[in-house]
Structure formats: structure tokens, C-alpha cells
């Protein structure tokens, strides 16, 4: 089986982000970057596949030159090579032009099963990997928390998360795309052995194609203020609390 | 013209549409709702209620159960025939499973998961979190309309929309489907119980952090919680001190939640915590220190001992129920 | 066996469970720690492999921290001369040095005055020097280590030195997956056992196997016992037009009083960043002493006050330095290790400057490795080389004749002027040599002694306005500092009946004062019942001050999971 995981690598979470002088962007010049988070379980679900099943995983990233570091960390997780669509304007690009870029890259390459993370730290668009099948053409689940692949290897049975704890099992046919959800499976980690031999594991770097995107530009980015002023609320224990119930009840209305 | 698309499971709607339609009124603008099943007069009808210009019932045996691939096909259909200028969603876990793939379909932009639309230099832009709720975006969609937007549940009130003098009219739109090209075969969705607790899902959250002083006092909180129909989540400490699992902790090397309703019973506010839930709607925070940074993010504050204060709003909930 | 370390943290066992299958890695030269020492060895390794020819030696480097450079902070001006022998090309590999030293003041600050130098001693001239980020430095050498054909494991701890009889053979990595009970997660993956023909320790400022080498050795037998300071530093945004880019300062004066030693820094870096810290000897009297809060002190005077007005702090992080210069320098050459760096204490601390001096002991330590590997014979007495080679070259040239200076601060902050600036005429020598040194921890008084049984004073303290001052705990979140949670504690607590008794009483838990991160906290006990000590580990910055300074000596710094600590990007 021929597995392809799209990862991204974003601004490691809880840094303390800025926004750029720009204003339509993080200052990120200096930042701390890792692995998208629901990629990484993507890459170790890819692993496993190929643990049972054989074959190879590639591990394909879109965004400028720094992203070899957490193709690097794949490649030493297990991934067999990696095509880096490498370009500047990535960074920051939207869902669409990142689907289309890695689209872009792997055509060519008929993989039978395509994985990527649900969503992204950052821009959080959660489209990617749905944007992509689309462009691929293959079908395609969201928020998968099991994989099940035919004997035959012609088709999947997934187990897709909804809303409030249901869940659904859903059945298509092979090459298809799905997007994984974090908590899947247990994440392995990078062994020395894995880390010498992802030196000799080949990155294919391709130039990002300036793709024609229907496009969503950011006019600002800021910091959400807050609506108001802190609302304190004297009196004794039980008025402070009766009047608390009321306005989350009839001003806030979230009883 | 704005399209929104309503959502509909085993003959329910879903409740967030009605938001999305309130999102739409407020713009202004004549509105369209499409709803997509096999046998959705019903709900088409109850649709109709509200202030819009139609309701469109797109029907097809091939569209029960959902599938992308079926919900992609219909709604391409649909786009063309109707030319919105805009086309809006809940974001639910349906739209992101398919709404994508109809904007790349369609060459539209879609930006998901917008807490509001507003208009900025006299064009409309859309509102959305961005890195995990710590900065908001005004993005402005480009290319050419329709341009898809959803909204994030609980952006708008349900009980906002507005209700027409008369029924809306009901009009079939006919879509024409290839069973067979549908590749998804989806079986019946059926519940089970999450392993582990998921607090990025919860509408209400009750933390407690140090103030809770010992293990023996948790009770207290889970009694809150409980009345509250609300998670129990915990500060740092309190997880590191192993009174309560690490999965309810909330903030850095913990979970970043967005809840309606996050009441912090003893919690200080160390900007460890902050950044996991400043994104909640309604923050309220009961504690003994007025300076504690946790009112610098409350709507609402108690100053006051919440051995004293969490009995007390108990009291006040069944007083009230 | 199972592994057993409770939150409190006993003393770490050697865990070995019988089903353990460890892998064995075989190099030539292991360097442990990828700071300015390691990589200078790494990378003069590889060079001496393409120069000599033959057979090159496999050279491996470990790092404790998940990228390359994340646990490195320094001020810091770079004499750039040990790079330069190291790699005299670095201009044109893109070394991160372009900013050289344009303007160097000195204060001696009073309360609300700052007073300048009339002329800046020529130690602290920093003429042909470089204002740079150690972080970005090491992450550049590493890049340059790597492209050398050295492997660079980053995110790998050495928790153990593996012996035959005693010879140094290798380092054990830390095992990972476990939880906090000391049980195994599912994705456990247990440790590798390195095994090299020399062991390069580079594991910085109390590097924790250098640690036990000492004590198993005596390496410091008859040497001054080192001393050490922690420095604190955050990184500022300000209006770049408020101090030109290349401009130095140092500060000595408040907010520390004339016996306790130390003082302040601001370098300005391009684009109206600001690197501001603060150095606080670790051998101060006063129980209640409080680096963190001397820092915020030092912040709010006019000085800096004035220069960060409107700006904003961007990062924040902390590490002692090792302070006790030449006479403090342990035996560094044993049968199959070197000590290199920081972790020997290679730091001039009258220029306080430390990196350069790292390299070159680092360039050393390679020179003789490779020989010694070479010829098949690395006894300690063969690489005792190592140990003439700093005699006779640049290193003792730099650190003989400042000896004593921060000995002489014991004195306090007048005697150690004096004593600075008759040393340059002297070179060095005092009547006595080597001036008398006594331990940090020992130096520290208990309350009882230090206030003569007076009920003491309320300390000193600053405000914190959460925009110049920063508590703790705001400030650990600025150093991007993270562990996985579910894991024990490395913060080993020998006996913590005594922080709840003896040390609270005698000492009132210094450990909450110069822990710069918040990691210790005394809290109510559980039940109510009086106190207990709460270690947050997890706040931990790899600083290293409690192994230091703790004046019961029984904390233990040991290397937590792999891949935690802070992340000091562009520090």
C-alpha cells in the first residue's frame, strides 16, 4: 500500500505569538515550530498501516524552507521519503492554495490511501485534506478515529467522529483521502536508529507552482477583546449568587 | 441573494441552522434556504416559518443517508441554478465534511468556523478565530461569488431569527443524482461512550483551581458542575497534584477550550490558564482575591470565599428551577 | 523491578527491568550537549576526519533539548576569536554574528541614579566582539556540525555514564514513555546505551553525568570549590530609535547591596530588540535574598526603566554560570572522558564571557580525542594532553590572571573592585593564592545568624505591574518551557521532611527565592495540617540553581524526558 500524510508545520502551541507589524500576520521570525498536532497522529496511523499491510509512507509538506525539520522528524518517526512543495508564500498561505500545491506534487504519484491531520494549529481552516481529495479526485471521510482496510485492498471501512459521542462507520472505495483525528492512536517516538537513517531517506523539493486560488485575504489580524468591563457582583453570598443566576440566565442566556 | 443550507439528521433539523439563518437576517439581504434529504417537506415547511424569501426542498432518494459526494453533487446543482451571492453553513461536523470540497469544486473561496460577518470599508468581511482562538482575522473573501462562509455554533442566538407574517414559500428544486457515483457508503450512526473526557466539546465548564484548597473539597465543584450540566475541568495544580485526571486540565500542556459558559471557582488566573480559555463566551470567576488576573478576563466576578459562594449559587439554581 | 519515584521524588533508582531490550549505538567520540562546547568539538572532529584522512571517527552529539539551540541562553557578546580558529570561513557559511559591538558603557547604579564609568576597564572592552543569540548561534553550528557528517540526536538526555571498571564507555539515553508513577506508557521507548571510545561531556553549567564524575573521581580534590551565579534575562520589543543597535551595557550597584555580587546587562539587538538581564552571584548571605525579584528591582530603575517604557517583553529564561574560574577548574581528563566548557566552568568571569572559552576548550578536547582514538590508547594519562594543551594556549593566558576576582567579591563589592583593579597591575596575584573560596550553599546564613536573631526586615520587593515587572509564573510561560506532564518528577528531593521543619525554619525555603521558574512552592499540606513542599516541575528551565544553591544539598537535578525545557528562540 502506497500511503501518502500531508503534514504542516506550525508555530509550536502556547508560544506566545505576536501579531506582525503588518497586522495581517504572526511574528514568527523567531518562533519555536513542530509538527501540526493531528498530522503527527496522521503519520503514525500511516506507520501502522504500513506495519500491517506493507508497502511505503511519503510524507509531503507545502511552506518555505524551514519545514525540512519536521520532514526530517517524520522520516526519522518511520516515513520511507518526503516531497517538500517548497515556497515562501506557504507560510501563511490559505487551505486552498496548500491543497493545491500538494496536489500539485503528487499527482504523479497514484497513492492508494491519503491522510492528513483534521486541522491545523494556526489557521485552523480544516479544509485542506478535503480540498485535496477534491483536486486528487478521490473520496474522501473527515475526522476519522479508526481505520479498517479491506483484505483485498480495494476499499476502507472508517469510523468517522460527529457531534455529542456519535460516531458512524463509513465504507469507500481505495484511493481515498481521510482526515485524521488526534487521540487515533499512540504516538511513537523518534528512534537514534530512525534518526541515522532518515539521513539517507530521499526529499524530493519541488517549487511551489503559484496556484490560481479563489483566495481569502487577511485584512487584520488582533488580539479578541474582551466586550466589557469585568462585571462584579456585591452583596452577600446567596444575593451575589441569586444575582449571578439571573444574568447568566437572562443576560448571558448560557443556563 | 444569500443561500443558507440547512442541516438535517433522521428528521430533525439541526438547531444551529436556525442560527445561521439569524447570521443571515441580520445582513439585510433577501434569503434562501436550501435543505437537502430524500423526503424533507416537513422540515421544509417548519423552515418556512422564519422571515426569508424561500425555501428550497432538494430532494433526492440519493441524498438519505448524507454523503459528501451526494451533498457535493446536489448542492453544485443547486449553486448554479440559484447564483447566491453568498452562500452560508453552520459549521458543524457535516459542513467540514463536505463544504470544502463544493467551494474547490465550484473554484469558490469557503471560510470556515466565522463568529460574525461585518462590513469594513464598505465590503463584507468575515470574522474568524485563528490559532486556536488566540487572535481573530477579518478576512475578506476574493474571486468571484458566491463566496461560502460558516458559522460557528453559538455565534448567533437561535432565538434571534426572525419570523415571517406568513409561511415562506416551499419550492422543489430538482437535482438530478448518480446513485452510482456516489463512493461513500455511510451505516447507521450509533452512540458511544468517548474514552476519554473531551472538553473542547463541552457548552459548560466548571474549573476549580488552588482556592479548592484540598482533594476532600472537590465534591463541591462536581456538585456545581452537575447542577450546571457542566464538565468539570481543573488549573494545573490541580491535576499535578493528581486530585483530578490530567485530561481536565485546562491551558497550556492542557486543553484549550471555547465554551458558552466557564465558571473558575479558586482559580487565580496565571496566564498559563488564561491562554486555554479566554475563548469562552461567558467567563465567570468566583474568588477571594479581587486582583487575581483571572477578573481581568471575566464577564462576571464574585469576590468571595467559594466555600461560601459555590453553596450558594447551588441554591440559587433550585431556587430558580 | 518496578521503577518508583513518587511526586515528592525519592532518589532515582537505577531501573533496569528484566525485559528491557536496549539497543547499543557504537561511535568513536561522543559529545554530550550541544552548546558552543560540543558543537566546537563535533565540528573540529569532522574537520580533523577530512584533514587527517584514513578511517574517519563516527562522532556523535546528544541534546537534551528538541531542537538545537532551544536550552541555550546567554547575554551575549561573542569574542569571536575561538570561531574564527574553529572555522575561519564562518562569514561566508552565514554565521549569525552581524552586530558588532559599537558603543560599551558601564554604570554604577544608585537607587535613582546611574552614575557612568569615566572609562570602561579594558576587560569589559568588547571592541571586534558581537552582540548575538547563543540560541541562534548553536542552531547554526549545528547545522554546520551536521552538514560535517556529524550525527546531532537533539531531544535525547543522557541520564547515565556507562562504565568498565572505571573508564568512561558511554552514556545511557533517558528512557521514554514513562509516566508519573514511574509505570509504562504504551509508546514507551527505553534508552539507548551509546558506547564510545571517548566520552566528550559538554553537558553545561552542573551538567548532571559531569556532576557524578566529580564525585566519583574527586575531580575537584584540592581545587577551590566553583562558585557559580544565576543570570535571569528577558527579551524586549522597544522603539528601535531609543538605543542603537551594537550598544552595551553593564550595570554594577542596585539593586544589590555591597556584599552580594552581580549586576546588569543590556545589549540592543537589530530591530529594537533588547536584551536585558541580570546576574546575581549564587553565594549571597541573605537567606531571603531573591534573584528574580533583584532582577525586577533592576528593571525599575530609571536606567532601564526609561529604555523599556512602552515596550514589550517577549521571552524570558534563566541558567547559572559557573563563576569560580581557574582555581575552580576540576581534573578534566579521565580513562575515556573529557570535560569540556561550561561544564568545567571555562568562563572568564571578569569579562563575563564564557562562549569563546567553551569552543576552544571544546577544539582541545576534540584535538586530543582524536589522537587518542587514533592511536588506540585513551587512558586518562593519554589524554591528559588535553589538560597541557589549555595550560599552554589561550585558555590559561585568558583565565590565570583574573583568578581571583570573583573569590575577591566575597568580600564584597568594594574589596572586589580594588581587588580587580590591582590585579591588572599584578597580574593576579593577591597575598593570598588562590584566594579562599568556600561553596555558595555553605555561604548562605540562616535567618537566625544572618539577622542576629532579629526578627528580619521585610525584604526587599517589587511590584508587579505585568508590563516592566513580571511574577514567576507570567514569566516562565515567556520561556516557552514544556514537559510532558506524565512523567516523574527530575527534580529529586532527597528528603522533604526537612523543607517542611528544618529548612523552613532555619532558612524559610530559599528554594521559592531562587528558583527563577516557580518550581518550588511550599503549600498547605493536603490534610490541612501545616506545610508541605510542592514541586512543579514542569515550570523547570534547566537552570540548574537548585542543584547549586540549596544549602541542605539535597536536591538532585536529573534529566527529565527527553525533549522538555524551555525553548529559547533567538536568546
Given at each position: 500500500m502506497k500511503?501518502?500524510?500531508?503534514?504542516?508545520?506550525?508555530?509550536?502551541?502556547?508560544?506566545?505569538?505576536?501579531?506582525?507589524?503588518?497586522?495581517?500576520?504572526?511574528?514568527?521570525?523567531?518562533?519555536?515550530?513542530?509538527?501540526?498536532?493531528?498530522?503527527?497522529?496522521?503519520?503514525?496511523?500511516?506507520?501502522?498501516?504500513?506495519?500491517?499491510?506493507?508497502?511505503?509512507?511519503?510524507?509531503?509538506?507545502?511552506?518555505?524552507?524551514?519545514?525540512?525539520?519536521?520532514?526530517?522528524?517524520?522520516?526519522?518517526?518511520?516515513?520511507?521519503?518526503?516531497?517538500?512543495?517548497?515556497?515562501?508564500?506557504?507560510?501563511?498561505?490559505?487551505?486552498?492554495?496548500?491543497?493545491?500545491?500538494?496536489?500539485?506534487?503528487?499527482?504523479?504519484?497514484?497513492?492508494?490511501?491519503?491522510?492528513?491531520?483534521?486541522?491545523?494549529?494556526?489557521?485552523?481552516?480544516?479544509?485542506?485534506?478535503?480540498?485535496?481529495?477534491?483536486?486528487?479526485?478521490?473520496?474522501?471521510?473527515?475526522?476519522?478515529?479508526?481505520?479498517?482496510?479491506?483484505?483485498?485492498?480495494?476499499?476502507?471501512?472508517?469510523?468517522?467522529?460527529?457531534?455529542?459521542?456519535?460516531?458512524?462507520w463509513v465504507s469507500m472505495p481505495l484511493p481515498a483521502l481521510l482526515t485524521i483525528q488526534s487521540g487515533i492512536n499512540q504516538l511513537r517516538y523518534a528512534t537514534l536508529r530512525g534518526i541515522m537513517a532518515a539521513k539517507r531517506k530521499e526529499i524530493l523539493t519541488v517549487p511551489a507552482q503559484s496556484a490560481e486560488t479563489a483566495g481569502q485575504r487577511i485584512l487584520e489580524l488582533y488580539v479578541p477583546e474582551k466586550s466589557s468591563a469585568t462585571r462584579f457582583i456585591d452583596g452577600s453570598a446567596p444575593e451575589a449568587a441569586r444575582e449571578l443566576v439571573r444574568l447568566l440566565r437572562e443576560e448571558a442566556r448560557v443556563l | 441573494m444569500i443561500l443558507v443550507v440547512a442541516e438535517q439528521r433522521g428528521g430533525a433539523l439541526n438547531p444551529a441552522t436556525w442560527e445561521t439563518v439569524a447570521a443571515a437576517q441580520q445582513t439585510g439581504e433577501s434569503i434562501t434556504v436550501a435543505l437537502v434529504g430524500a423526503d424533507v417537506q416537513k422540515l421544509a415547511a417548519e423552515l418556512a416559518a422564519a422571515e426569508v424569501a424561500e425555501v428550497l426542498a432538494v430532494e433526492h432518494d440519493a441524498l438519505e443517508p448524507y454523503t459528501p459526494d451526494g451533498f457535493v453533487a446536489a448542492l453544485a446543482q443547486v449553486m448554479e441554478k440559484a447564483c447566491p451571492e453568498l452562500v452560508l453553513f453552520p459549521h458543524t461536523y457535516q459542513t467540514r465534511d463536505y463544504a470544502p470540497a463544493l467551494a474547490a469544486r465550484l473554484g469558490r473561496v469557503f471560510i470556515p468556523d466565522c463568529i460574525a460577518s461585518k462590513v469594513r470599508d464598505g465590503q463584507r468581511v468575515f470574522v474568524r478565530p485563528m490559532f486556536q482562538g488566540k487572535f481573530m482575522a477579518d478576512v475578506l473573501p476574493q474571486g468571484p461569488a458566491p463566496h461560502f462562509a460558516s458559522f460557528q455554533i453559538g455565534a448567533c442566538r437561535a432565538d434571534a431569527c426572525a419570523r415571517g407574517a406568513a409561511p415562506a414559500p416551499v419550492r422543489e428544486a430538482a437535482v438530478e443524482i448518480d446513485a452510482a457515483a456516489i463512493r461513500q457508503r455511510p451505516e447507521a450512526p450509533f452512540k458511544e461512550a468517548k474514552q476519554a473526557v473531551d472538553l473542547t466539546q463541552a457548552e459548560r465548564i466548571v474549573a476549580v483551581g488552588r482556592g479548592i484548597k484540598g482533594q476532600e473539597h472537590l465534591p463541591v465543584a462536581q456538585d456545581l458542575a452537575k447542577a450546571l450540566d457542566a464538565e468539570l475541568a481543573a488549573s494545573r495544580p490541580i491535576c499535578d497534584s493528581g486530585w483530578l485526571p490530567m485530561d481536565r486540565q485546562i491551558g497550556s500542556s492542557g486543553q484549550t477550550v471555547a465554551p458558552k459558559l466557564y465558571l473558575a471557582v479558586g482559580i487565580s488566573g496565571a496566564i498559563q490558564h488564561l491562554v486555554g480559555m479566554k475563548g469562552a463566551r461567558t467567563i465567570v470567576a468566583v474568588n477571594k482575591d479581587a486582583d487575581a488576573p483571572i477578573f481581568e478576563v471575566a464577564d462576571y466576578g464574585i469576590v468571595g470565599d467559594l466555600f461560601e459562594v459555590v453553596p450558594a449559587i447551588m441554591a440559587a439554581l433550585e431556587g430558580e428551577a | 523491578m518496578a521503577l518508583r519515584r513518587d511526586l515528592a521524588g525519592s532518589r532515582r533508582e537505577t531501573p533496569e527491568k528484566a525485559d528491557v531490550e536496549r539497543e547499543t549505538l557504537d561511535v568513536d567520540v561522543l559529545v554530550v550537549g550541544g552548546g558552543p562546547a560540543g558543537l566546537a568539538a563535533a565540528y573540529r572532529l569532522a574537520r580533523l576526519n577530512e584533514e587527517r584522512g584514513g578511517e574517519p571517527l563516527i562522532v556523535a552529539v546528544l541534546e537534551k533539548a528538541r531542537a538545537a539551540g532551544a536550552h541555550m541562553l546567554s547575554g551575549a557578546v561573542l569574542d569571536p576569536s575561538a570561531l574564527s580558529e574553529l572555522m575561519p570561513d564562518w562569514k561566508s557559511r552565514g554565521a549569525p554574528l552581524d552586530l558588532p559591538v559599537r558603543d560599551d558603557r558601564i554604570y554604577f547604579l544608585t537607587a535613582g541614579r546611574a552614575l557612568p564609568f569615566p572609562i570602561t576597564p579594558p576587560p569589559l572592552r568588547n571592541h571586534g566582539?558581537?552582540?548575538?543569540?547563543?540560541?541562534?548561534?548553536?542552531?547554526?553550528?549545528?547545522?554546520?556540525?551536521?552538514?560535517?557528517?556529524?550525527?546531532?540526536?537533539?531531544?535525547?538526555?543522557?541520564?547515565?555514564?556507562?562504565?568498565?571498571?572505571?573508564?568512561?564507555?558511554?552514556?545511557?539515553?533517558?528512557?521514554?514513555?514513562?509516566?508519573?508513577?514511574?509505570?509504562?506508557?504504551?509508546?514507551?521507548?527505553?534508552?539507548?546505551?551509546?558506547?564510545?571510545k571517548v566520552t566528550v561531556l559538554a553537558d553545561g553549567v552542573r551538567g548532571n553525568l559531569t556532576k557524578t564524575l566529580i564525585r566519583r573521581f574527586s575531580l575537584d580534590a584540592g581545587r577551590s570549590p566553583q562558585s557559580y551565579a544565576i543570570g535571569i534575562k528577558e527579551l524586549w520589543d522597544i522603539d528601535p530609535q531609543r538605543l542603537a543597535a551594537g550598544s552595551v551595557i553593564?550595570?554594577?550597584?542596585?539593586?544589590?547591596?555591597?556584599?552580594?555580587?552581580?549586576?546588569?546587562?543590556?545589549?540592543?539587538?537589530?530591530?529594537?530588540?533588547?536584551?536585558?538581564?541580570?546576574?546575581?552571584?549564587?553565594?549571597?548571605?541573605?537567606?531571603?535574598?531573591?534573584?528574580?525579584?533583584?532582577?525586577?528591582?533592576?528593571?525599575?530603575?530609571?536606567?532601564?526603566?526609561?529604555?523599556?517604557?512602552?515596550?514589550?517583553?517577549?521571552?524570558?529564561?534563566?541558567?547559572?554560570?559557573?563563576?569560580?574560574?581557574?582555581?575552580?577548574?576540576?581534573?578534566?581528563?579521565?580513562?575515556?572522558?573529557?570535560?569540556?566548557?561550561?561544564?568545567?566552568?571555562?568562563?572568564?568571569?571578569m569579562r563575563l564571557k564564557g562562549i569563546h572559552l567553551a569552543m576552544r576548550s571544546g577544539m582541545h578536547a576534540a584535538d586530543v580525542a582524536f589522537r587518542a582514538v587514533r592511536e588506540n590508547d585513551v587512558s586518562a594519562g593519554r589524554l591528559s594532553e588535553y589538560a597541557r594543551l589549555v595550560e599552554a594556549g589561550p585558555i590559561r593566558r585568558e583565565l590565570y590572571p583574573v583568578r581571583n576576582v570573583h573569590q575577591s567579591f566575597a568580600g564584597g563589592l568594594l574589596a572586589g573592585l580594588l581587588y580587580s583593579g590591582m590585579s591588572l597591575l599584578t597580574g593576579g596575584w593577591w597575598f593570598r593564592d588562590p584566594m579562599p573560596a568556600h561553596a555558595g550553599h555553605e555561604r548562605i546564613r540562616t535567618v537566625a545568624k544572618y539577622f542576629g536573631g532579629a526578627a528580619p526586615p521585610e525584604p526587599p520587593s517589587a511590584p508587579i505591574d505585568r508590563e516592566l515587572t513580571f511574577d514567576r509564573l507570567t514569566n516562565v510561560h515567556y520561556s516557552g518551557t514544556r514537559h510532558d506532564e506524565n512523567q516523574p518528577s527530575h527534580l529529586l528531593v532527597a528528603d522533604t521532611d526537612i523543607c517542611r521543619t528544618r529548612c523552613m525554619e532555619e532558612y524559610r525555603n530559599p528554594c521559592t527565592r531562587f528558583c527563577p521558574a516557580n518550581v518550588y512552592e511550599i503549600v498547605d499540606a493536603d490534610a490541612g495540617e501545616g506545610k508541605r513542599l510542592q514541586i512543579n516541575a514542569s515550570n523547570c528551565v534547566h537552570c540548574k540553581t537548585c542543584d547549586i544553591m540549596d544549602p541542605y544539598q539535597i536536591i538532585d537535578w536529573v534529566p527529565p524526558e527527553g525533549g522538555g525545557g524551555p525553548s529559547y528562540e533567538g536568546m
Open positions: 500511503i501518502a500524510v500531508c503534514i504542516k508545520q506550525v508555530v509550536t502551541r502556547d508560544w506566545p505569538l505576536r501579531v506582525a507589524e503588518s497586522a495581517t500576520w504572526v511574528r514568527d521570525d523567531d518562533a519555536s515550530f513542530e509538527m501540526n498536532e493531528p498530522d503527527a497522529y496522521a503519520l503514525e496511523e500511516a506507520l501502522r498501516l504500513k506495519e500491517l499491510l506493507g508497502g511505503e509512507v511519503v510524507v509531503c509538506s507545502a511552506g518555505p524552507a524551514r519545514v525540512s525539520q519536521v520532514i526530517r522528524e517524520a522520516l526519522a518517526r518511520g516515513a520511507d521519503r518526503a516531497i517538500h512543495v517548497e515556497g515562501e508564500a506557504l507560510a501563511a498561505a490559505e487551505a486552498d492554495a496548500v491543497a493545491a500545491a500538494l496536489a500539485g506534487a503528487m499527482e504523479g504519484e497514484s497513492f492508494d490511501l491519503v491522510l492528513t491531520g483534521l486541522q491545523s494549529d494556526d489557521q485552523g481552516f480544516g479544509q485542506t485534506g478535503v480540498v485535496l481529495a477534491e483536486r486528487l479526485g478521490l473520496p474522501h471521510a473527515t475526522i476519522i478515529m479508526e481505520v479498517d482496510v479491506a483484505d483485498d485492498g480495494g476499499s476502507l471501512r472508517v469510523k468517522r467522529e460527529l457531534e455529542s459521542g456519535w460516531f458512524q | - | 566582539h558581537y552582540v548575538i543569540s547563543l540560541n541562534r548561534l548553536a542552531k547554526w553550528l549545528t547545522e554546520q556540525v551536521e552538514a560535517a557528517g556529524v550525527d546531532v540526536f537533539t531531544g535525547f538526555a543522557g541520564t547515565e555514564l556507562l562504565y568498565e571498571g572505571d573508564r568512561v564507555v558511554g552514556v545511557r539515553t533517558g528512557d521514554r514513555g514513562i509516566d508519573r508513577h514511574g509505570e509504562r506508557k504504551p509508546a514507551f521507548e527505553p534508552g539507548v546505551d551509546i558506547r564510545a553593564h550595570t554594577m550597584g542596585h539593586p544589590l547591596r555591597f556584599e552580594e555580587f552581580g549586576g546588569g546587562f543590556i545589549y540592543a539587538l537589530p530591530d529594537g530588540r533588547l536584551s536585558v538581564g541580570f546576574v546575581a552571584g549564587l553565594d549571597y548571605r541573605d537567606p531571603l535574598f531573591d534573584p528574580h525579584v533583584a532582577f525586577q528591582r533592576f528593571k525599575r530603575h530609571p536606567l532601564v526603566a526609561s529604555l523599556l517604557a512602552g515596550g514589550q517583553m517577549v521571552r524570558y529564561g534563566a541558567k547559572a554560570l559557573p563563576e569560580g574560574g581557574w582555581h575552580a577548574l576540576p581534573r578534566c581528563h579521565l580513562d575515556g572522558a573529557l570535560i569540556v566548557g561550561d561544564a568545567a566552568g571555562f568562563l572568564n568571569s
